[in-house]
């Protein structure tokens, strides 16, 4: 296929990637036919996974929304992937045109394409970095020139850890940005998950397709994904069904079928 002029030309086409797969979900257009190929299939296994990729979109959006009502204007959107419609930057500026946002990820085609888009919004920078190394990433000169870590940080870790695995110790993730933040930052975190009992077989399927074709995702359960807070103090609801975290209407929340297949929760560190 012809190259786009927004990716990168070190970048394999044929090989699909988990930013690309996401903005396709999301109803973006810079994905390819290798990444569009792997998000139909899986969506043949569970066609409701769209609505529970918006789910974690608007779950982003709620809790900058609260984080803003809490005083934050400064973000650190970790596996940020590519840019659309309503991301942090728009949403935190539309409230504080002063708001800072560095945005991470190790996907060359979501960090060129957010540098594109960005370029000129000098309260904004982009990063391409490995998020499972939180020392390199709140070193790094993006994050050092654009944020103040003394003062508090909104830290997003937006459908991002199911993607590390047990082996990668996610707490030891979570912890290494946690030690580094001042009090008064917070840490928000949506996450694919159910109870084992929830499982059923459109959710393994969905799952082996996109674990064979794009990365393996390890999904938790409740107990699993609060554990991920330490050190953090639970803001209300605490740890909720994505759907069920400070929704904005009634209409929002799905009462009908299983229980959401994800957990939100929005914790400070005191």
Do not use: C
């Amino acid at each position: 296929m012809e190259r786009p002029n927004w990716a990168p030309g070190d970048i394999d086409l044929e090989r699909p990637s988990v930013a690309r797969v996401y903005d396709y979900w999301l109803g973006g257009a810079h994905n390819f036919a290798a990444d569009r190929a792997v998000a139909q299939k899986t969506l043949e296994y569970l066609p409701e996974l769209r609505n529970i990729v918006l789910n974690h979109r608007a779950f982003l959006r709620r809790a900058v929304r609260y984080l803003l009502g809490r005083g934050v204007r400064q973000f650190l959107d970790l596996g940020s992937g590519i840019p659309t419609v309503g991301n942090v930057h728009e949403i935190a500026q539309a409230v504080d045109p002063d708001s800072r946002i560095v945005y991470v990820d190790m996907d060359p085609v979501a960090v060129a394409h957010s540098r594109s888009l960005l370029s000129g919004n000098d309260r904004v920078s982009v990063l391409q970095a490995d998020v499972r190394d939180p020392e390199s990433v709140l070193t790094s000169a993006e994050v050092t020139g654009q944020l103040d870590l003394d003062e508090p940080v909104g830290v997003l870790m937006i459908a991002l850890l199911h993607f590390v695995s047990d082996d990668d110790n996610p707490m030891r993730i979570v912890g290494g940005y946690r030690d580094g933040l001042a009090p008064g930052s917070f840490l928000a975190v949506s996450h694919a998950g159910y109870e084992a009992e929830e499982e059923t077989g459109s959710y393994r399927a969905a799952r082996a397709n996109y674990d064979r074709n794009v990365t393996p995702m390890t999904y938790r359960n409740k107990v699993e994904f609060t554990k991920l807070f330490d050190g953090f103090a639970l803001v209300e609801p605490g740890v909720a069904r994505l759907p069920a975290w400070h929704p904005e209407s009634p209409d929002d929340l799905d009462e009908a079928g299983s229980p959401f297949p994800g957990f939100g929760a929005v914790g400070r560190k005191e």
